[in-house]
């Protein structure tokens, strides 16, 4: 059959985490993409953590259920996720407000 070859292991990315920020993006009362209230809001990574992304403020953005279906199904761009992660006058309510 086939022989295998050796082969280094890839070691996976160390994630940065940030309990306050993904706290303050669950606590939003909004989605950040289509800006509806929501009850529930879900932090969507747009670098993948498994990618090595991280929970980063320009990474990460709050989604009702509904945008964060469309996010992983790519109805909703990756450029356009970025661009609201990454705005200038973004505030996230109890992570910007506080040092």
Do not use: W
């Not at 670098?47 to 980063?56: P, Q």
């Not at 320009?58 to 109805?75: E, I, L, M, Q």
């Amino acid at each position: 059959m086939f022989e295998r070859e050796s082969y280094e292991p890839i070691e996976k990315p160390i994630r940065h985490i940030d309990e306050r920020l993904l706290n303050a993006i669950r606590s939003l009362r909004f989605c950040e993409v289509c800006g509806r209230c929501a009850g529930v809001i879900h932090p969507h990574h747009v670098k993948t953590r498994g990618s090595g992304g991280g929970d980063f403020r320009s990474s990460v953005v709050g989604c009702c259920p509904a945008c964060h279906d469309d996010a992983h199904r790519g109805k909703i761009s990756r450029a356009k996720l970025l661009a609201i992660a990454s705005a200038p006058f973004r505030f996230i309510p109890g992570y910007d407000d506080q040092s």
